[in-house]
Nanobody
Framework: QVDLVESGGGLVQAGGSLRLSCEAS????????IGWWRRRAPDSTPESVA????????NYADSVKGRFTVSRDTAKNTMYLQMNNLKPEDTAVYYC????????????WGTGTQVTVSS
């Protein structure tokens, strides 16, 4: 079992910045993907925002390219999402996801953190 805990969400004006953090309960050795997803409405399908593939290469949704940056600090078991030049359409609940191969295989999700961007 891997527990993921997000933090850093909040209310910000358009053009502002936020940094989200996702701390894992333990070290993840091998994974298929880890990254950030968001859900803009309670019943909407989650969309991938920024993820690392199994080679550690980051991939971004077209809507956030050039504005968001995903990074990892393996010593702290923590992943970050730096979000700059935020837009109202970035308003969503942001989730941390880890599709883990080792040491605990499984697809794990955090509980989410709300980001609200006012115009």
């Amino acid at each position: 079992q891997v527990d993921l805990v997000e933090s850093g969400g909040g209310l910000v004006q358009a053009g502002g910045s936020l940094r989200l953090s996702c701390e894992a309960s333990g070290r993840i050795f091998r994974f298929l993907s880890i990254g950030w997803w968001r859900r803009r409405a309670p019943d909407s399908t989650p969309e991938s925002v920024a993820t690392f593939d199994n080679r550690g290469i980051p991939n971004y949704a077209d809507s956030v390219k050039g504005r968001f940056t995903v990074s990892r600090d393996t010593a702290k078991n923590t992943m970050y999402l730096q979000m700059n030049n935020l837009k109202p359409e970035d308003t969503a609940v942001y989730y941390c996801n880890a599709n883990v191969l080792s040491p605990y295989p499984g697809n794990f999700w955090g509980t989410g953190t709300q980001v609200t961007v006012s115009s």
